[in-house]
């Protein structure tokens, strides 16, 4: 046992593995029941159980070893797993599967993913991250090229062969060509999943794609795929994806720029780009919210929920509905109805853990998370060029956690690059820093 599940191959391959059903589950999953593969739930659910039942082995392992990998954290987040089994418990009637599923996967990603890097060197695990890496740009770029062309067939209204006509373009402009925004286009997901998952995706994977530009010997892939990303963005009309992108952007220019510019220099950078979001926020005001809130006669409320693509309306009665039972929630993974609206989810991680484990499970769980980041953020002065990256990938998933949930909802790319990000620092900067300090 300890040979099969605890040797680095077989972790390597665990990781990728991860990854690489992380991309079926979000991306190939629109894809199956628009060419009609037969029974592709089979497909979807095969993974997450593999990907549950081979992680659980793997800490099986450990446990029985006495090898489990600890990190300074590990036992704030155990604290956390306790909240969310105790609101199990509390809710034990409704709990089914599919709940199992997602806490099997919970577990998996808090205690072998986010302390992976201890059984490797750092060398090792930056390897590793820089296989998922490519693996990314490869899928992502693949996907985005291939739903760009299904948008622009069904736009030009291209012909193809009867039998892909009548089966690939009834079911995309059905199924995945959404409604328009007030001023744009309609809005597209391509061969992905939802709306949300080709912004996110799209955002972690451009800068991926600038993390591995200056060792890359194949440049011209790594523009083609920033290209395709930033047109799939551009499809998908996700807001949070714009705002991502834009501020790594403004982030690494500043980072550039601090090393070769004098401070005072840099001061006026700052206060120059400074200028330039409030000059932003004035044009948003001007061209977006003050149409939108002549459009809704002037009710403030109407307005806030249109431009925030309903998030202000979902986070309003999901709060409401978690009132309801506020020590222990609703139970992990739980989507009871917000009161006057259905939605799976809060779309920001912090109401959701509210709804799923109440008070309770949200104050350890925020309280471990947030403690963690800060020791990071202490340390970002002693991280490289390509650290800094990582660093700024991670601030990016935290923001999408305010917009969706994409650190305790386990199953993106996103989320399992953040916990295995996180990890990497902990491990190399914060605890061997305190280390150094005590000796």
Not at 337 to 350: A, E, G, N, Q, Y
């Amino acid at each position: 046992m300890i040979n099969v599940f605890e040797s680095k191959k077989s972790l390597k391959l665990f990781i990728v593995f991860l990854l690489l059903s992380q991309f079926v589950q979000n991306a190939f999953n629109g894809f199956f029941p628009a060419i009609y593969v037969p029974r592709f739930e089979v497909i979807y659910f095969s993974f997450y159980w593999i990907v549950d039942l081979w992680g659980l082995l793997i800490l099986v392992s450990w446990l029985k070893n006495h090898s489990i990998p600890k990190l300074m954290y590990t036992k704030r987040y155990l604290i956390f797993l306790g909240a969310v089994l105790l609101s199990t418990v509390f809710n034990v009637q409704t709990f089914d599967f599919s709940y199992l599923r997602e806490l099997l996967l919970l577990i998996v990603m808090l205690f072998v993913i986010y302390p992976i890097s201890v059984k490797f060197t750092k060398e090792e695990f930056l390897e590793i991250l820089m296989l998922c890496f490519k693996w990314m740009i490869v899928f992502t770029t693949v996907l985005n090229i291939a739903s760009i062309l299904i948008y622009n067939g069904i736009y030009y209204d291209v012909k193809l062969p009867r039998g892909l006509h009548n089966r690939i373009y009834p079911y995309f402009t059905s199924t995945w060509w959404s409604t328009k925004r007030i001023g744009t286009g309609p809005r597209f997901n391509g061969l992905y999943l939802n709306l949300t998952i080709p912004g996110f995706l799209n955002v972690l994977t451009f800068i991926v794609a600038t993390y591995m530009y200056d060792t890359s010997k194949r440049k011209p892939l790594l523009w083609l795929s920033m290209i395709s990303s930033l047109w799939m963005i551009h499809l998908c009309d996700n807001r949070a994806s714009y705002i991502g992108v834009t501020l790594y952007v403004f982030a690494m220019i500043l980072y550039k720029l601090k090393k070769k510019i004098t401070k005072e220099k840099y001061s006026y950078l700052k206060s120059f780009i400074g200028g330039l979001l409030v000059v932003g926020f004035f044009c948003f005001m001007q061209f977006t919210f003050l149409p939108t809130y002549r459009l809704y006669k002037h009710d403030l409320l109407d307005t806030l929920w249109v431009i925030s693509s309903n998030r202000t309306r979902i986070w309003y009665y999901s709060i409401l509905k978690a009132n309801q039972k506020p020590i222990f929630g609703f139970g992990w993974i739980a989507t009871p109805k917000p009161m006057s609206i259905h939605v799976d989810d809060c779309h920001c991680v912090f109401i959701n853990l509210y709804l799923w484990i109440g008070i309770v499970g949200l104050i350890c769980g925020v309280y471990s998370l947030v403690m963690n980041y800060i020791d990071v953020f202490k340390k970002r002065s002693l991280f490289n060029d390509k650290e800094y990256i990582l660093f700024l990938s991670m601030n990016i998933v935290v923001l999408f956690s305010f917009l969706d949930i994409a650190i305790y909802r386990c199953f993106t790319p996103e989320t399992m690059l953040f916990w295995m990000v996180l990890g990497y620092f902990t491990k190399y900067y914060v605890e061997q820093g305190r280390n150094d300090n005590e000796n």
